[in-house]
C-alpha cells in the first residue's frame, strides 16, 4: 500500500520497515514504521495507533511521522529488522519507543 508523500503529493510512499509496540491504555495495536517515498527520495519514521474500541464496526487509525536524516532512517530501519516484528518484549528498545511518544512494555 502506498501513501501520499508530504514532500512531493504523490502516491509514492511505501513502509519500509515495521515492528509492533505493546498495547496501551489507549491504543489496541501500536508500531514504529519507517517510511521511504519512491518519488522523491524521502526518509522518515512513523508511529502508527489503531484502535479498535467502541462499536463493532468503529476502527481509528492514526499515523504521525517525521522526516529523518538518511542515516538515522537506515539506522532506524536495520533496528525493526532486526526486532522480528515485535519491540514490544525489548526493553532496550524502549527510550526509542520513548523518543517517538510511544510506550516499550519491559
Known sequence: MSFLCPRCGEPRLEITASAELA????W???????????GCALVGVVRYSESRR????????????????AADYQAVRRL????????????????L?????????R
Open 80 to 95: 525493526l529488522e532486526g526486532a522480528g516484528g515485535r519491540l514490544a518484549q525489548a526493553p532496550k528498545y524502549a527510550k
Open 23 to 26: 498495547p496501551d491504555p489507549e
Open 54 to 69: 467502541g462499536a463493532l464496526d468503529s476502527e481509528v487509525c492514526w499515523h504521525e511521522g517525521h522526516e529523518v536524516p
Open 97 to 105: 519507543g520513548q523518543l517517538f511518544g510511544m510506550r516499550v512494555a
Open 28 to 38: 489496541d495495536e501500536e508500531s514504529l514504521q519507517t517510511v521511504q517515498c519512491e
